[in-house]
């Protein structure tokens, strides 16, 4: 459905509570305009613009990590007004119990996890890049960012040890790193290799990772550390900082000018076919990105015996049943 097409939706899952009532979550969807009934809960899995939180977060029927509630207030500079959960907790929605799960995507970023009313398992994801604390369950709703498991761009490792390198090389360094996610990953990264030193970051990067880092250390802003500086900032704004600073850009694209380090905030293809493997669904949606790798994702699952469709097949099916 698209409302003058202004509803983008990911996901709507219609079920029966425990209690026998109608519910309707919407997955990581826009509002519904008001004149339209309203599903019970918009579930928001984390703060990444395609998962459409910045419309969502306005609901007062919006559930998130709070985690990911300070990330939107952040990045949309608008105050959030739905009910927030911490991690690992649950949250009673209309009557339904849900909990959450990490999905290390992001700082805060969250599976969703219900019952329905015969005690159905539903599972849904949101983006993934750590499946190993993810509960069994019998329909799961997940992603395919890197799914195409034809395409040697979905298959990678994280260049932990091109990170290493690059911190030993040099002593002034510059990673670019989108402000929201990539950039706390970075700022974990170089703390984990043992610096203690202050991190200078371009200012929203800075504001998002002392809000959600509990353990990030000194970070300052841009030119304030004084000497030799360890920097993050956004890769576009790499050209602006002094030309004897070392520069890389985290990521898994090779079309930018300083050389790339390869971490994900993803699974590959082979990490989302074995986080399949052990939920162990009867079933797997593919709801997520746009494109064909939903479908292509799902199309191998199926090869490999698990079964599965994507949410752009799923209209399909049901007016092939009308046909
Ligand atoms: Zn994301």
Redo the contacts with the bound molecule.
Sequence with gaps: MNVRGTFKPHLAIKFKSEDGNACTFSVDTTRIPKKYRQPDAYLI??A?S??HGKSAMLSGRAVCSDKTAIALEIRHEHKYNGSTVGMGESIDVNGVTVTTYPTG??VG?TAFYWKNEVGTRILVT??VKDASRLPKCDILITEA?YGDHADSACHFEDDITGFNKAMEMDSSIAFGAYAF?KAQRAVELIRDFGYDGDIEMEDKSLALTQRLLDNCGELVGLGESGGEAMCVVPPWDLGKLPRDIAKYVLTGRSDYYYPAINIS??LDATGLVKMVEDIDPEVAIIYHPNGDRPAKFAEHLNSIGIESISIDNIKNVLSNEFI
């Design positions: 899995t984390h990444h395609d998962h995507h992001t970023s949101g983006d960012n996610g905030d993803h």
